[in-house]
């Protein structure tokens, strides 16, 4: 279904109507006490994951069926796909690292999301504590983070990391192979296709898969993708455009 | 009024009977244009004065105005004015306008304050001008324009919201287009600036390179192609890079004026023998802070002049065709013998090569964005504001263009030429803003209360407290001249680094922004929560009855939508201006912001930090909004570090006010 598009105007002001609540204190303070507080490892690192990595409580059953993966030499990231089948990307932060080395991953997934909401009741009160949470801990990005990712994180303008395959390619700067092969992705055709997608999507443009084919031909036919394969793919869209497709 | 003399219908009836037929059909034209006018005790002389003074600036701007109609109208107005001023010396008429002019006249009332001020912006002045000629000619015009142009009048223009602005430019275009005129070299230069400024889309204002400008490759290719035919001393091509540096199109940058052959009055030159470009940041940027001669001596030195340097072959280039020449060109196109109409080379687009240069230099070369704009004369990323607060030093100027012109193959610049930093005329020296707020101290210090002062002794004191804390806070949060400072005491919670102000409402909810809380203004305003806690147990004990006082130093504990500060006496809340008046030494009362910006260069801090804590921002590049990169932690850090270390160097602490030490608004 396509997503409504979001008001433009009002995020004009979003971040500071958030930073105007002035509940990013609260939320600091959950994050001192979580450094503080002394919790077994597991739940450490499932407290830490909400208040240093900026998981969001919407993320966190579609979070437990992947795992942190190493990414680079000191880096360990964990990705997943969430409720719109976007690919999402975290890297974890040192605290929850720290934790995680002494915990296995599956015990943090099998925590109830509850556990986070009776630590939270000290800092955002009794009445609705799984609401106050979340605009707390947006009130926090919204000071934490630049304007995209909190766009982001708010849902209003939703991002999609690259997949692992190709982020993987991003890092090492060169052709990789992914083990897991989870994102089925290698396919030059449909990398390009889903690039394709997001930028038709954008000109809502997308409403004819035909089109998305006819405009991948192209592609593979002119594989530096120069100018011309640019002219010819303009030239189809709005070819298709003018007959209503 | 005199009756012997026929004054019983009014001034405007004794004058109508003495004017020619000519100037009775103007003056009447003026009266069913403008409005009826009330005519007691209004000075029809002074009316005039403003609208032929006018007239007279719009016209200026303008080679030769082609329509009659404008020219037969400014005849009218002048010979109208000439005729009432013999009138009014005839008959010896007072020279006074008695009361004060309601809204309904403001039209009248623009007209008033333009004849008689000593000193108006020569902008404002060419707004009234094209305002009043195209009413008078039955042109349709905005309604709101003239309050506009009264808000610039009674200096309010800082508050001007982005479509006052955009009005008056269309204003101005209007006009040009309605009466013909044919601009001149420097008119035409402040206009490009003033437009290109004001009607810059979104992609514009955000830098970013479009269709409209070439990619880093191009731009490098195109940047080497000219550089080489310029060694060969093509005319075209010395032009074309000429006209990248100058920030013009090619015809207009042709027609630049060299310096070293002309020295009458010009806004934007090249000076040959040295190797720079001058622009005259005064004609550009109008209504710019001026010293005044009194405290000329708190201020840092600066020039209205803006100097940048050629790159260096160019200006051995320039001096070689200068020897050469012995017709003492005047402008580029006579130097280099060039008419943009025949030597057109059409597989060139020059335009896209001069409107790329300042997106070159922000993203290819990571200069910083405001001295990009700079080297390429290209303000469309910039506020313009960030000239009225910047001093622009000749270091950093030459520095970026060395990177410039190092990055696109031109060599590096002309030699360093020593001179004044260039831009804001009011920064106000350390040691001044230091005596400013050594002053405020000794006399809070002095008007300290014993522990069983009377009420008197407290108010005095209160008042004192207050103003060292609004000083305090008009200094560190870099506040505008606004009545009353835009602060409440809800705004200041406990724990918070940064405080929401809007004092420039020009872009709706977006005007509310985010200022960084330094830990001494944080601690100050602890000091001032705790004073008023102690205010109010002391005076209820005295037996104070002033409620509205009592109200609002409640307000401050309670953390209530009421006034942050407030003195105790009516009408209690202060203005910038009105603590401004206590200073020691009368500096612009929006100093703070001059000082910081500078200050802030100086510990090069990226613009775009800068411009965040003093609240300058553009459409479509809006500090806060969702594209924007800033991140509010980091702003608060980066402002934070400099502004602790200007205070601490300063010697500008927080003080205490009646509550004892160790005291906290934490605590509290």
């Known amino acids: ?245 | 009024m005199d009756d012997a003399n026929g004054f019983d219908f009014g001034l405007l009836d004794f004058l109508m009977r003495r004017l020619t037929a000519n100037s009775q059909d103007l003056l009447r034209l003026m009266v069913a244009t403008l409005g009826p006018l009330k005519s007691n005790g209004i000075n029809i002389k002074l009316i005039l004065a403003g609208l032929d003074r006018a007239v007279e600036a719009f016209s200026k701007n303008y080679e030769s105005i082609l329509s009659n109609e404008f020219l037969q109208l400014k005849i009218q107005i002048e010979e109208l004015y000439k005729e009432v001023k013999t009138i009014y010396v005839g008959f010896d008429l007072p020279e006074v306008t008695a009361y004060k002019l309601k809204k309904e006249f403001r039209k009248w009332e623009v007209l008033v304050l333009l004849g008689g001020e000593d000193e108006v912006n020569p902008s404002t002045l060419e707004f009234a001008g094209a305002y009043y000629a195209l009413c008078l000619a039955s042109y349709k015009v905005s309604q709101q324009v003239h309050d506009y142009i009264y808000q610039l009048l009674i200096g309010d223009g800082d508050f001007l919201s982005n479509t006052a602005e955009r009005s008056l430019a269309r204003l101005i275009q209007r006009a040009e287009k309605a009466f013909g005129g044919v601009i001149t070299y420097e008119g035409a230069v402040c206009s490009h600036f003033h437009y290109r400024n004001t009607f810059a889309d979104n992609k514009q204002t955000q830098a970013v390179r479009d269709w409209s400008t070439l990619s880093e490759p191009a731009f490098k290719h195109d940047a080497k192609e000219l550089y080489d035919k310029a060694n060969r001393l093509d005319s075209y091509a010395i032009a074309v890079i000429l006209a990248s540096i100058l920030g013009l199109p090619l015809h207009w940058a042709v027609q630049t004026p060299i310096l070293d052959n002309r020295l009458e009055n010009w806004i934007l030159g090249i000076d040959v023998a040295q190797g720079l470009i001058k622009l005259d940041i005064n004609s550009v940027f109008k209504g710019r802070a001026k010293v005044n001669e009194i405290t000329s001596e708190a201020y840092e030195n600066s020039s209205s002049i803006l100097v940048k340097p050629l790159p260096r072959f160019l200006h051995e280039l320039l001096i070689e065709l200068i020897k050469s020449n012995h017709n003492n060109p005047i402008t580029i196109g006579e130097l280099l013998n060039f008419d943009v109409g025949t030597n057109k080379q059409t597989n060139f687009n020059h335009s896209r090569f001069i409107n790329s240069v300042a997106k070159f230099s922000i993203h290819t070369c990571r200069i910083d964005r405001f001295l990009a704009c700079v080297l390429a004369n290209d303000y469309r990323s910039i506020t313009t504001s960030k000239f009225y607060y910047t001093r622009i030093s000749r270091e950093s100027v030459w520095n970026a263009s060395n990177k410039l012109f190092k990055e696109v193959g031109w060599g590096v610049a002309a030699a360093f030429v020593e001179g004044f930093s260039a831009g804001s005329m009011v920064v106000p020296k350390d040691s001044i803003v230091e005596e400013v707020f050594q002053d405020l101290l000794c006399k809070l210090e002095s008007l300290r209360p014993p522990n069983r002062a009377s009420i008197k002794n407290l108010l005095v004191f209160h008042d004192s407290f207050c103003r060292y804390n609004a000083s305090l806070a008009i200094f560190c949060l870099a506040l505008r001249n606004s009545n009353p400072i835009p602060l409440q005491s809800a705004d200041i919670r406990a724990e918070s680094r940064y405080v929401l102000i809007d004092d420039k409402h020009s872009h709706e909810e977006a005007s509310l922004q985010a200022v960084a809380m330094t830990n001494v203004l944080r601690s100050q305003l602890d000091c001032w929560y705790q004073h008023c806690v102690c205010m109010i147990s002391r005076l209820t004990k005295l037996g104070y009855q002033d409620k509205k006082f009592m109200g609002l130093l409640q307000g401050v504990v309670d953390r209530n939508k009421t006034p942050l500060f407030f003195v105790s006496k009516p009408s209690y809340e202060v203005s910038v201006a009105s603590i401004g008046k206590t200073w020691s030494i009368k500096l612009v009362e929006n100093f703070a912001r001059h000082f910081w910006q500078n200050k802030f260069n100086q510990f090069g801090l990226p613009s775009r930090f800068s411009s965040a804590h003093l609240r300058h921002q553009l459409s479509g590049c809006l500090n806060w909004d969702g594209a924007s990169d800033l991140v509010l932690s980091e702003l608060i850090k980066q402002i934070s570090v400099i502004q602790e270390k200007v205070l601490a160097e300063m010697g500008i602490h927080f003080v205490h006010g009646l509550a004892g030490k160790g005291s906290s608004y934490a605590k509290g």
């Open chain 1, 1 to 245: 279904m396509r997503r409504a598009k979001p008001n433009y105007e009002s995020l004009k002001s979003l971040r500071v109507a958030l930073i105007k609540q002035g509940r990013a204190e609260s939320f600091q303070g959950f994050q001192q006490y979580v450094l503080k507080a002394e919790f077994s490892h597991e739940k450490h690192a499932f407290l830490s994951l909400f208040a240093f990595d900026g998981i969001r409580v919407s993320d966190f059953e579609f979070l437990i069926k992947s795992e942190p993966r190493i990414i680079d030499s000191d880096r360990v990231a964990i990705s997943w796909k969430d409720h719109d089948q976007r690919t999402q990307r975290v890297i974890l932060s040192p605290m929850t690292l720290k934790s995680l080395e002494h915990s296995n991953w599956s015990d943090i997934a099998n925590i109830p999301i509850n556990v986070l909401f009776d630590e939270y009741v000290p800092f955002g009160g009794r009445r609705d504590i799984r609401h106050q949470f979340k605009s707390d801990q947006l009130a926090w990005f919204a000071e934490s983070c630049p304007g995209p990712i909190l766009l982001h994180l708010s849902g209003h303008v939703p991002m999609t990391a690259l997949p692992d395959s190709a982020y993987a390619r991003l890092l090492s700067a060169k052709v990789v192979t992914d083990s897991s092969g989870n994102d089925g992705t290698d396919d030059p055709s449909e990398v390009i296709s889903i690039a394709l997608s997001g930028f038709l999507e954008s000109r809502e443009d997308d409403k004819n898969p035909g089109l998305i084919d006819e405009l991948l031909r192209i592609c593979h036919q002119d594989t530096g993708l120069g100018r011309s394969a640019h002219k010819k793919c303009v030239r189809t869209v709005s070819y298709a455009r003018s007959k209503g497709r």
